[in-house]
């Protein structure tokens, strides 16, 4: 048994989308910057078992409402990194 936050897993899935047209830095350290901000704001979503992890991907995927709040923390957290990055260089 293993304890998981699903969160995690629906902002990766929506990532991409997300910022696809996004003038942003889609580079690794950006993009984990952006999703430890999106997830600092999101509330968690923790299963233990395989079968809760299952009820937390349908949410995600069926709830309009729960996936509009994701993607928009991912926006909001996009924007900080843009203008904020980790790095020396802005790659694209």
Known sequence: MQLKNCMESAVANLLDDA????DICKCERC???IQAIALNHLPPRYA???EGEVYARIDEFFISQY???IILEIIKAAEIV???PNHD???R
Not at 19 to 22: L, T, V
């Open 67 to 69: 996936r509009a709040d």
């Open 19 to 22: 910022i696809k047209d996004m």
């Open 31 to 33: 993009r984990y910057d």
């Open 89 to 91: 260089m802005k790659c």
């Open 48 to 50: 233990v078992t395989e």
């Open 82 to 84: 843009s203008r904020n």
